[in-house]
C-alpha cells in the first residue's frame, strides 16, 4: 500500500504550481475506507497563499466526504518531512490509531515514520460536539 500512496503522490507531484520556490512536492492521502487522494502545492504570486501539497490532498478527501486519515505519502526531492501546520491538519483528521507518514525522495529513498513521531503532543483538546 506503501508503494501505490508514494505512485499516486508523484503523480501528484507532477502537477504541482511552484514557479517560486521549483520545489515541487505531491502528496496522497490513504483513507479508512480505503481510498486515495492527491494533492500538490500550488503557489501564489502573495507567498503567504500558498498551499501546501499535504493540505490540497486532505482538502480533496474531506470534501469528498472522508474524515478519517491512515496514511499519507510525501514526494519531494529529497524525502522533506511535512510542515508544522500540515502536521496540526493531519491531526484533525487523524483515527484512533496515528497515520503512518511517508517520506519518498524522487532518488527512490523513503523514510516512514508516523505522526506521534513528528507531533507526540499535538493539540487535540478542542473536541467538536458534532459532525457537522
Ligand atoms: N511545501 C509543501 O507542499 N509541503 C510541506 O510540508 C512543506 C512545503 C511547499 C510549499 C512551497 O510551495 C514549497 O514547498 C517550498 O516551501
Redesign the pocket.
Known sequence: MNNELIRAAEEARKN?Y?P??K?P?G?AVLTSSGRIFTG????NASFGL?????RVAIANAVASGEREITALA?V?NGA????GA?LQVIQEFAGSKSPAIISASTDGSVIVRSLSDYMPFGFTDFKPDSDV
Open positions: 504541482a511552484a517560486y520556490s520545489f512536492v502528496a500538490c502545492n500550488i503557489e500558498t498551499i501546501c501539497a499535504e510525501i519531494t522533506a518531512s511535512p510542515c500540515c
